[in-house]
């Protein structure tokens, strides 16, 4: 099955520097590579993805790379803000299968 | 607006006991999955349904079973409870059937956190 290894597990910044977050993935077949934000005490909410065919996507603050031929994918913040403090969690899935395999999340500190 | 829930939100109860913890959803979403979190492991999968007849194991089905009384309401069960069982527990779902959502989205309810002494 599918193995999903995320780094680092605790990420501290300062209040406007970036945080990269990174996965690698083992299943070639996975297409799919969603992003969850868990703020504490609630539950996980996607904040972007990325399918195979796409190299990068931004969303504002936010940005996903995709290396499909290392199989890794990136989480990128710029201009980090402390409601930016969160577990962060990446996964990969197939297409079909639509069962996401989680890595083991990044708890990212952001001091004001 | 459109949601999942879970209840209880918090539970304390003892090694042995049986416990249910409920989940219902007003998405219309036909997919349906239990979770389990823990510290420094992320979550991962017990069970998943892709509609009412269609029940799954996923990685860490030993210890717990799972209902799918309808379209909208999952069910799991810890029916002897253990302590190694305390967690925090997320159904989560999503719809195959819903153009405007990626059919690969998952939404998840607020958890229920599960104390077993």
Excluded at chain 1, 80 to 103: H, K, L, N, W
Excluded at chain 2, 2 to 11: E, H, K, S
Excluded at chain 2, 15 to 27: A, F, H, P, V, Y
Aim: net charge positive.
């Amino acid at each position: 099955g599918e193995n999903v290894e995320q780094h680092p597990s605790t990420l501290s910044v300062q209040e406007g520097d970036s945080a990269v977050i990174k996965c690698t993935y083992s299943d070639s077949a996975s297409n799919y590579f969603p992003w969850y934000k868990q703020e504490l005490g609630k539950r996980p909410q996607l904040i972007i993805d990325i399918r195979s065919n796409v190299g990068e996507k931004k969303d504002q603050r936010i940005a996903v790379t995709l290396n499909k031929t290392a199989k890794h994918f990136s989480l990128h913040i710029t201009e980090t803000q402390p409601e930016d403090s969160a577990v962060y969690f990446c996964a990969a899935s197939r297409g079909g299968s639509y069962i996401p395999t989680f890595g083991r999340g990044t708890s990212l500190i952001v001091h004001p | 607006d459109a949601d999942v829930t879970q209840t209880p939100r918090n539970r304390i109860t003892k090694t042995g006991k049986r416990i249910m913890l409920e989940c219902s959803q007003t998405k219309g979403h036909d997919r349906m999955y239990w979770y389990r979190q823990d510290p420094g492991l992320g979550l991962r999968l017990i069970y998943y349904s892709f509609d009412v007849k269609d029940i799954n194991k996923g990685e860490i089905s030993d210890g717990y079973s799972v209902s799918r009384q309808a379209q909208a309401k999952f069910s799991l069960s810890l029916e002897s409870a253990i302590p190694n069982q305390t967690a925090l527990y997320f159904c989560a779902t999503s719809t195959t059937k819903d153009p405007r959502v990626s059919y690969n989205e998952q939404f998840f309810g607020p958890g229920t956190r599960l104390t077993v002494l």
